[in-house]
């Protein structure tokens, strides 16, 4: 194509090195121009990624941390799959004064395995014919307030393993369906501990002398005791 050939081509059909320098299309056409502003935008997200991670890990460590009682509480609630749900308080099966008869209308005493309550009932009578106090310091709870049990418990201990041992979570414990009552004073326990039997009464754990289940036939034997909660 000669010099005059060109000359006679409209603009659009002309090789781009022959165009005028205003008519040449952009390098990269379509593509975004990097001005000062694109040109930073990959330090500017690293910098905000950065920060984000110093703020996730510096004000939750307990995040890092796979033995703490969050993540264990977490990883327990995952296994067992169950919410704890119900009221707390007194409906939730709280004894307000921390001791109660078979006679109070209570959740805690009306919400009772009808067995388990015929069995403590008749137990009770015989203590008091002994002279012995016989109350009830716990029996029905709801999931919640198992839950918030345990919980202070995790406080005080320091550790969900270490609260495990005096409070079951609320997939394992027999107060929730009101198959366990705790009974006191210390009195009664020692009197429950003898003749609980004689009611197919008996003592779960061992570190815990106030709790009793209806785990056998009246007269029969009791099954061995567990070491503590965490061992059921």
């Known amino acids: 194509m000669t010099r005059q050939d060109l000359t006679q081509l409209p603009p659009a059909q002309l090789p781009p ?3 005028p320098p205003a008519q040449l299309p952009p390098a990269h ?38 033995d703490s009682p969050v993540v264990q509480t977490i990883d327990d609630a995952l296994d067992h799959g169950t919410t704890a749900s119900g009221p707390t308080g007194v409906a939730g099966g709280e004894i307000p004064d921390g001791a109660a008869t078979l006679d109070d209308d209570l959740p805690a005493i009306t919400g009772l395995d009808p067995a388990l309550a015929d069995a403590v009932r008749q137990a009770a009578a015989d203590a008091a014919a002994d002279d012995i106090d016989f109350w009830i310091t716990s029996g029905w709870r709801s999931p919640a307030y198992q839950q918030e049990l345990l919980d202070a418990a995790v406080r005080k201990h320091g550790s969900l393993e270490a609260a495990r041992r005096v409070v079951a979570t609320p997939e394992k414990s027999r107060h929730i369906g009101g198959k366990a009552v ?20 008996c003592q779960v754990y061992e570190n815990e002398m106030w709790h009793f289940e209806l785990l056998t036939e009246p007269g029969g034997t009791c099954p061995p005791m567990l070491k503590d909660g965490a061992a059921g």
């Open 29 to 66: 056409a379509g593509a975004p121009a990097r001005g000062r502003s694109g040109g930073r935008r990959t330090p500017a997200v690293l910098v905000v990624g950065a920060v984000l991670l110093a703020a996730l890990f510096g004000v939750y460590p307990l995040l890092d941390r796979v």
């Open 182 to 201: 705790d009974i006191g004073p210390t009195e009664a326990d020692y009197w429950m501990i003898q003749h609980g039997t004689d009611y197919g009464l």
């Open 17 to 19: 090195a022959q165009l």
